[in-house]
Nanobody, 119 residues
């Protein structure tokens, strides 16, 4: 069993920055691809970006150039640096991970952290 815990959400003015963190914990696991998703009220959950175990990243067009995903494989952590935030970035942000446990792959979600950007 693996747990993903997000932290770092909050309220920020438009143009500001926030940094989210995701910590994976458990035993006898390997974290493969990690990603951030978000869900705004009344909208479907959407991919913000992802990062492979080798560090290759992929971003949604809406956040390219503003958001940066990094990870520390030794600590099983992933960060999302969000700059130049816009009101439309307001959402609950979820950490997601593909994890290998004893040769089998599993998908895990964090509980989510609220990001609110005021205009």
């Amino acid at each position: 069993q693996v747990q993903l815990v997000e932290s770092g959400g909050g309220l920020v003015q438009a143009g500001g920055s926030l940094r989210l963190a995701c910590q994976a914990s458990g035993s006898d696991f390997i974290v493969n691809t990690m990603g951030w998703y978000r869900q705004a009220p009344g909208k479907q959950r959407e991919l913000v970006g992802s990062i492979t175990i080798s560090g290759s990243t992929n971003y949604a067009d809406s956040v390219k150039g503003r958001f940066t995903i990094t990870r520390d494989n030794a600590k099983n952590t992933m960060n999302l640096q969000m700059n130049s935030l816009k009101p439309e970035d307001t959402a609950v942000y979820y950490c997601h991970s593909r994890v290998a446990i004893r040769g089998a792959n599993y998908l895990y979600w964090g509980q989510g952290t609220q990001v609110t950007v005021s205009s």
